[in-house]
């Protein structure tokens, strides 16, 4: 399975980028898709996250802020990313979770930069 991330970038605080991911190479039902990030020097944590059938988390400290949306039959997944700020920058990974034996996978990341 290959997660193909694209749309990372320099903004300045206040701006937008869009993410998308798309996830190939596998005829097995996706479960689950989502954004994590790790900024320097700390964990990876979930971004957003959107299941087959729809339910959709956020961090707190991106609600009203960022957008997740998901083509299931292209197996694809966005991120709209509002009102960014310079704790927003961080690597961004997309992930794809799999009905069949739970298998989950990473894409390579993005790297996202706001500045002040």
């Known amino acids: 399975v290959l997660l193909q991330a694209s749309g990372g970038g320099l903004v300045q605080a206040g701006g937008s980028l869009r993410l998308s991911c798309a996830a190939s190479g596998s005829l097995f039902t996706i479960k689950q898709m989502g954004w994590y990030r790790q900024a320097l020097g700390k964990q990876r944590e979930l971004v957003a996250s959107i299941t087959h059938g729809g339910h959709i988390d956020y961090a707190d400290s991106v609600k009203g802020r960022f957008t997740i949306s998901r083509d299931s039959a292209q197996n694809t997944v966005s991120l709209q990313m509002n009102s960014l700020k310079p704790e927003d920058t961080a690597v961004y990974y997309c992930?794809?979770?799999?009905?069949?034996?739970?298998?989950?996978?990473w894409g390579q990341g993005t790297q996202v930069t706001v500045s002040s």
């Open positions: 992930n794809a979770n799999f009905y069949y034996k739970d298998l989950n996978y």
